[in-house]
T-cell receptor, first 113, second 113 residues
Framework: DQQVKQNSPSLSVQEGRISILNCDYT??????FLWYKKYPAEGPTFLIS?????DKNEDGRFTVFLNKSAKHLSLHIVPSQPGDSAVYFC????????????FGTGTRLQVTL | NAGVTQTPKFQVLKTGQSMTLQCAQD?????MYWYRQDPGMGLRLIYY???????DKGEVPNGYNVSRLNKREFSLRLESAAPSQTSVYFC????????????FGPGTRLTVT
């Protein structure tokens, strides 16, 4: 049973446009959410997080939105750059505990020139 | 400052062979983790060590053992490798097992024939 779902395996966006990556979850106990970015042959790197007490968190070009009633979060990248081409994983945790993180399957983002 | 390092990067084993994956971090983190990533699935936690001297099972511990050798090092052992253990293995660390981001190593690609 996949508790964290990223239903789009891939996404292609033109440079300079907005990239929107989506993530849905089923466990209402999740209260802390993170996005990781992964380049080929490297480990994931932390991108941005959000606590369930917020509905938005911004960090430069990256914004995460959380809709608790819909059990949905999204990552917006504006403007998209070629260096953003990577696989993006969303993850959710109960109590913010790293050992209780559940990862989605990832979305491969391709930013084209 | 190397972050999280893993050895080896690649390994091919025959069914029934044993091996140990090594992980070390130089960030003075208390918590360390072992994940596996399989095609079409998110990262799944195998074992973790919340602090030096402690280890706990994650979501998929069967067929593995771990040792927290000291604060820096956390190893993962396959006693009798099986084809189902073919995967990419990531080690990660965090300050504590709480609201702190995890730092990942580059991964070990293991194939069991």
């Amino acid at each position: 049973d996949q508790q964290v779902k990223q239903n789009s395996p891939s996404l292609s966006v033109q440079e300079g446009r907005i990239s929107i990556l989506n993530c849905d979850y089923t466990n209402s106990m999740f209260d802390y959410f993170l996005w990781y970015k992964k380049y080929p042959a490297e480990g994931p790197t932390f991108l941005i997080s959000i606590s369930s007490i917020k509905d938005k968190n911004e960090d430069g070009r990256f914004t995460v939105f959380l809709n608790k009633s819909a059990k949905h979060l999204s990552l917006h990248i504006v403007p998209s750059q070629p260096g953003d081409s990577a696989v993006y994983f969303c993850a959710a945790s109960v109590d913010g505990t790293a050992s209780k993180l559940t990862f989605g399957t990832g979305t491969r983002l391709q930013v084209t020139l | 400052n190397a972050g999280v390092t893993q050895t080896p990067k690649f390994q091919v084993l025959k069914t029934g062979q044993s091996m140990t994956l090594q992980c070390a971090q130089d960030m003075n983190h208390n918590s360390m983790y072992w994940y596996r990533q399989d095609p079409g699935m998110g990262l799944r936690l195998i074992y973790y060590s919340a602090s030096e001297g402690t280890t706990d099972k994650g979501e998929v511990p069967n067929g593995y053992n771990v040792s927290r050798l000291n604060k820096r090092e956390f190893s993962l052992r396959l006693e009798s490798a099986a084809p189902s253990q073919t995967s990419v293995y990531f080690c990660a660390s965090s300050e504590v097992n709480g609201f702190y981001e995890q730092y990942f190593g580059p991964g070990t690609r293991l194939t069991v024939t």
